[in-house]
């Protein structure tokens, strides 16, 4: 099952926070974070692992509540280098592969 | 290393046309996987490899087949190219589940 994201979209001001959040029905082993711009490829942003193991940006921070099933992604003072589409991604059925929500658009102005 | 590479960039079909999606990786990554892009849809899981010889089926398998014969090779075959599959398709590998996933460039594939 897709992971559900919320907000759909975000338009924020440079220096103003932002929380994405991505949920799931199922227990999850990892979510993964990816930020995507405008006609180019995913790029990694960070991997939160049951258990608290993190791996990533330094300057992004997440967290993972393995209980709930729900990982938000915390964007603090947004630099126009922000925008683009945030994805979730979580382990599928099998726990062997990547799926990913559709997405929350992020938008960061001047 | 390249990295993950992806050809061709482009490609138009007409329905009921055949083609193979290449993508192809030089750091030894065990894990593959193809996605597809639709506008408000996210990345949608089609096929994905575990190492050579190893595949399973996605989110959105049908229409599309996929081998593994090499670790560096996953290539996506559309026996029959139907409108229903214009998207961007992207290739990713990781070393294993749960770690990075590094994405080619995309396939920006369009059926008439």
């Known amino acids: 099952q897709q992971p559900v994201q919320s907000p759909q979209a975000v338009i924020l001001r440079e220096g103003e926070d932002a929380v994405i959040n991505c949920s799931s029905s199922?227990?999850?082993?990892?979510v993964h974070w990816y930020r995507q711009k405008h006609g180019e490829a995913p790029v990694f942003l960070m991997i939160?692992?049951?258990?608290?193991e993190q791996k990533g940006h330094e300057k992004i921070s997440a967290s993972f509540n393995e209980k709930k099933q729900q990982s938000s992604l915390y964007l603090t003072a947004s630099q126009l280098s922000y925008s683009g589409t945030y994805f979730c991604?979580?382990?599928?059925?099998?726990?062997?592969?990547?799926?990913f929500g559709k997405g929350t658009t992020l938008s960061v102005s001047s | 290393n390249a990295g993950v590479t992806q050809t061709p960039k482009f490609q138009v079909l007409k329905t009921g046309q055949s083609m193979t999606l290449q993508c192809a990786q030089d750091?030894?990554?065990?894990?593959m996987s193809w996605y597809r892009q639709d506008p408000g849809m996210g990345l949608r899981l089609i096929h994905y490899?575990?190492?050579?010889?190893?595949?399973d089926q996605g989110e959105v398998p049908n229409g599309y087949n996929v081998s593994r014969s090499t670790t560096e090779d996953f290539p996506l075959r559309l026996l029959s190219a139907a409108p229903s599959q214009t998207s961007v398709y992207f290739c990713?590998?990781?070393?294993?589940?749960?770690?990075?996933?590094?994405f080619g460039p995309g396939t920006r594939l369009t059926v008439t």
């Open positions: 750091m030894n990554h065990e894990y």
């Open positions: 939160l692992l049951k258990g608290g």
């Open positions: 199922k227990a999850l082993y990892s």
């Open positions: 990713a590998s990781s070393q294993g589940f749960g770690y990075e996933q590094y």
């Open positions: 991604g979580t382990d599928n059925q099998a726990g062997t592969a990547l799926i």
């Open positions: 490899s575990v190492g050579a010889g190893i595949t």
